[in-house]
């Protein structure tokens, strides 16, 4: 079946835009996570959604970012006012969670360059 | 708070040689641990877990791991090295409370030459 998808594929922007990136999770799966990989941090865990709540958001940097999940499926963290340390690939994974031993599947990543 | 520490930030192998990618973990509680393999330009890919029962998890593409409770490790393996395992290898933790966020480590680069 389809696996994790995310969109776009890479974005460019300049300092002070604000940027959306979505995450389509594999059907069925009710967990998704938001994670950033970048040279200096490596994977860094940002948010986690169990249905359409966030329990978890302690991984977002600052209150520029933020994520809505709509329908238990389809994500879009937003960033606003973009920075140069924003730069980075934001990785998107999903699981079934029927157990909390699931595995995560993640999808190709959005690579973010901030100019 | 758990963590994961990759020693090894790059390991080179000889093609058919065998290759081990080293993890220690550390963990309050049962760890469930987790290997992932990352080819350039591309998203993760998983390869195997470790929850509980044999201490020996075989996965994906030939590889294999073995977890060790008394040297908190869990360490990557495989008999014989290809070309095409050459990668970027993430070792992680699976946190128990608020939701099981993924934590790994730094990640090790794998590079088999022929």
């Known amino acids: 079946g389809a696996g994790v998808s995310q969109s776009p594929s890479n974005k460019v922007t300049e300092k002070g835009k604000d940027v959306e990136l979505r995450c389509d999770p594999i059907?069925?799966?009710?967990?998704l996570y938001w994670y950033r990989q970048s040279l200096g941090q490596g994977l860094e865990f940002l948010i986690y959604?169990?249905?359409?709540?966030?329990?978890?958001k302690s991984g977002l940097p600052s209150d520029r970012f933020s994520a809505e999940r709509t329908g238990g499926s389809v994500s879009t963290l937003t960033i606003q006012r973009t920075q140069q340390e924003d730069s980075a690939v934001y990785l998107c994974?999903?699981?079934?969670?029927?157990?909390?031993?699931?595995?995560?599947?993640f999808g190709p990543g959005t690579r973010l360059t901030v100019l | 708070a758990q963590s994961v520490a990759q020693p090894e930030d790059q390991v080179n192998v000889a093609e058919g040689n065998p290759l081990t990618v080293k993890c220690t973990y550390s963990v309050s509680g049962n760890p469930y641990l987790f290997w992932y393999v990352q080819y350039p330009n591309r998203g993760l890919q998983f390869l195997l877990k470790y929850i509980t029962g044999d201490n020996l998890v075989k996965g994906s593409y030939g590889f294999e791991a073995e977890f060790n409770k008394s040297q908190t490790s869990f360490h990557l393996k495989k008999p014989s090295a290809l070309v095409s395992d050459s990668a970027l290898y993430f070792c992680a933790v699976r946190e128990i409370n608020q939701g099981g966020k993924l934590i790994f480590g730094q990640g090790t680069e794998l590079s088999v030459k022929p």
């Open positions: 994974a999903s699981s079934a969670e029927r157990r909390g031993t699931d595995t995560q599947y």
């Open positions: 059907s069925g799966h009710t967990a």
């Open positions: 959604f169990q249905g359409n709540s966030a329990p978890d």
